[in-house]
């Protein structure tokens, strides 16, 4: 089963950080063979449950977290896998998030608000809190907790 992790390769490009410092990067051609990395030097250094980001993939591309279950979609590419270093309370956030999204989610997105009462019903545009014409998205919603994180 693959350990892909959407919200958080959401959260790491809002943010504008890959949280790679002083992490290992591995360019060039990357094969995935029976699901799993096959070079070597990536496999040795990568430690059990680190977060790493693969680039330049047609079927890969995301963050994952690295398991003994992980089972990536096989293919040689050229791009990159690197190697994270998120901090717990970041993965926290994106967890939280995702359970914002999960149950606010459809509702932030939709540019419009309904009623209907009495056998009538009306639909009508709705200003968002952060100026757009829609709800509060999850970026306006957890605002301050983002921008300790975030990169210029």
Known sequence: MVERKPM????CKELNNWFDR???KFHGAI???????????????????QYFRIVG???NDGVYKW???????????VGAVWLMAVP???IDLANEIKAWNDKYGAQAASPFSSESFGGYSYTKASG??????????????????????RKL
């Open 57 to 59: 993939s047609i079927f």
């Open 88 to 90: 717990k309370d970041v």
């Open 67 to 77: 398991d003994e279950n992980l089972h990536l979609t096989d293919e040689l590419f």
């Open 31 to 49: 094969e995935i063979q029976n699901g799993k990395i096959a070079d070597a030097d990536i496999v040795r250094t990568i430690k059990t449950n």
């Open 128 to 149: 968002g809190s952060d100026g757009s014409s829609s709800g509060p998205s999850w970026q306006s919603a957890f605002r301050n907790q983002l921008n300790q994180w």
């Open 8 to 11: 958080l390769s959401k959260l």
């Open 22 to 24: 002083d992490q290992p």
